[in-house]
């Protein structure tokens, strides 16, 4: 049981840790896709509004500029963010092998775990804040 608890933390920590190291020698790589982040904000912004107005075809336009941004932002996190918390994460990796407490593999298997629960948690979240958004714009319109 104290495995699983070392292993939740170790994993919380790499991810942190991935943050502070990808800010500090990597600002460059790490704004450009906050940049990009921040056209889909005010991408889906206005697809909420074409939404509440009734201009279904600038709300398909919206949102089809929204999947090519939002495309290129995920392949960029993964190629780059994924191998970088691996890296961080390894030393625990090897220190449980090495002391025979767990297994690597089993370290791997909550770590994606943990992310898959994660990003359903935010994409719920996202559906939920949207279907939020469009309530209160059609509320404001009528």
């Known amino acids: 049981m104290i495995f699983y608890f070392l292993t939740i933390f170790a994993i919380l920590f790499s991810e942190k840790a991935t943050k502070v190291v990808s800010m500090r020698f990597f600002s460059s790589y790490v704004g450009e896709i906050e940049k990009e982040e921040a056209k889909i904000s005010e991408l889906e912004e206005l697809s ?5 107005m009734g201009e279904k075809e600038a709300y398909n336009g919206f949102q089809e500029m929204m999947r090519e941004i939002y495309g290129k932002i995920f392949f960029k996190k993964i190629a780059f963010f994924t191998p970088l918390f691996f890296l961080i994460l390894s030393p625990y990796m090897i220190f449980v092998d090495l002391l025979g407490v767990g297994s690597s ?24 804040e949207l279907w939020k958004a469009q309530k209160e714009l059609k509320e404001v319109k009528n």
């Open 105 to 128: 593999s089993a370290v791997l298997a909550i770590a994606i775990l943990y992310f898959s629960f994660k990003l359903m948690l935010n994409f719920a979240k996202q559906n939920y």
């Open 48 to 52: 909420i509004l074409a939404l509440a």
